[in-house]
């Protein structure tokens, strides 16, 4: 795997630049994240050092945990993040072509999934209260 790999958003305003990348891909079904992603979110973990983002990011506080950023231009959306200091970046996969042949690692939520939204194969799987359970500040934080 590349030591650093280069992403950007479709219209290639941000530049995101990521050294030692995760090299596999997580999914959420939550209700929040179908509301942003419009059917399901995809994301895989970056510490914050490893990563250098240049272009105009807009951030949206989505809940009391975590932001979701977007380019102002073009409305890719880049990352999610909790807002705690030196929190690592979710970023999206579809910003940098290296990823389009890494795994699917998990899925979380899965018991909130959309019927279209079903994904087969052998990988990890955790309902909402499975989730909640091993992540106690995720407990109540919704949109609603
Ligand atoms: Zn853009
Ligand atoms: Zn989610």
Same mark, same amino acid.
């Given at each position: 795997?590349?030591?650093?790999?280069?992403?950007?958003?479709?219209?290639?305003?941000?530049?995101?630049? +990521?050294?030692?990348?995760?090299?596999?891909?997580?999914?959420?079904?939550?209700?929040?994240?179908?509301?942003?992603?419009?059917?399901?979110? #995809?994301?895989?973990?970056?510490?914050?050092?490893?990563?250098?983002? &240049? /272009?105009?990011?807009?951030?949206?506080?989505?809940?009391?945990? #975590?932001?979701?950023?977007?380019?102002?231009?073009? /409305?890719?959306? +880049?990352?999610?993040?909790?807002?705690?200091?030196?929190?690592?970046?979710?970023?999206?996969?579809? +910003?940098?072509?290296?990823?389009? &042949?890494?795994? +699917?690692?998990?899925?979380?939520?899965?018991?909130?999934?959309?019927?279209?939204?079903?994904? #087969?194969?052998?990988?990890?799987?955790?309902?909402? #209260?499975?989730?909640?359970?091993?992540?106690?500040?995720?407990? /109540?934080?919704?949109?609603?």
């Amino acid at each position: 795997m590349a030591d650093q790999i280069e992403g950007r958003c479709l219209c290639g305003a941000v530049k995101i630049q +990521l050294e030692a990348p995760a090299g596999w891909v997580g999914v959420c079904h939550c209700r929040m994240c179908q509301r942003w992603s419009g059917s399901l979110w #995809a994301g895989f973990p970056a510490d914050h050092e490893t990563i250098t983002v &240049t /272009g105009p990011v807009r951030r949206y506080r989505s809940s009391q945990l #975590a932001e979701r950023a977007f380019c102002e231009t073009c /409305g890719s959306h +880049l990352w999610m993040r909790d807002h705690k200091e030196g929190a690592p970046y979710d970023l999206m996969p579809g +910003l940098f072509d290296e990823s389009r &042949t890494w795994p +699917l690692q998990g899925e979380i939520y899965v018991d909130e999934a959309m019927a279209s939204m079903a994904m #087969a194969g052998q990988h990890r799987r955790a309902t909402a #209260a499975e989730y909640r359970a091993k992540n106690p500040e995720t407990e /109540g934080v919704s949109d609603e």
